[in-house]
């Protein structure tokens, strides 16, 4: 196969590595819609030809509609959630608690696990971060359900320092100092 480009700013004879298709379900800004609820990648291509402008892309490229999960916070990870708000008057890297409730919906909402996760690792417990907390998720796939059984805060001494848009790297304090 073939692939000509043109319009690019390269030098003749540059190899391109890794060349990937344009799926508009994950590539196109709020394609999910601004809450991460909706799946209308499709729908925002087709408003775009009606706007005259070409989008093109192999149906290859769009992977099958699957359903968003229900997230279900177990009654010991909405305890573990609290106590953490309780001690921790903000979260590391998102604006707010709440924030990072929304993250860990939205992201478990996608199913992040892998194909071979999906298939080689059932029934085991998967691990993910979202800002300074570790989750740990059961997912039910014959009742296309995620289940948080816990959550945890990782203690600052094992983050990598994240600074926050605009601000110099955080640094490390006791549980419930504003710094």
């Avoid at 030098?11 to 800004?29: E, L, M, Q, S």
């Avoid at 478990?108 to 907390?133: H, I, M, N, T, W």
Wanted: charged share 25%; aromatic share 8%.
């Amino acid at each position: 196969r073939t692939l000509v480009m043109s319009g690019v700013d390269l030098v003749d004879g540059t190899p391109i590595i890794d060349v990937k298709p344009y799926i508009p379900c994950y590539d196109a800004p709020f394609a999910n819609g601004e809450d991460g609820s909706a799946d209308w990648g499709v729908e925002w291509a087709a408003k775009l030809k009606s706007e005259g402008k070409e989008l093109r892309y192999p149906d290859w490229c769009v992977p099958a509609s699957q359903p968003l999960l229900k997230v279900v916070f177990t009654q010991e990870s909405e305890d573990h959630f609290e106590d953490i708000q309780k001690t921790q008057k903000k979260p590391r890297v998102l604006a707010s608690w709440n924030h990072v409730r929304d993250a860990i919906v939205q992201v478990l909402q996608a199913d992040p696990r892998s194909v071979y996760r999906k298939e080689s690792c059932v029934g085991q417990v998967y691990p993910f971060f979202v800002d300074a907390l570790d989750v740990r998720v059961e997912f039910q796939d014959d009742s296309c359900q995620a289940r948080i059984i816990s959550l945890a805060l990782v203690p600052l001494s094992l983050q990598r320092s994240v600074p926050k848009a605009g601000n110099a790297p955080l640094q490390e304090s006791a549980p419930g100092d504003s710094a």
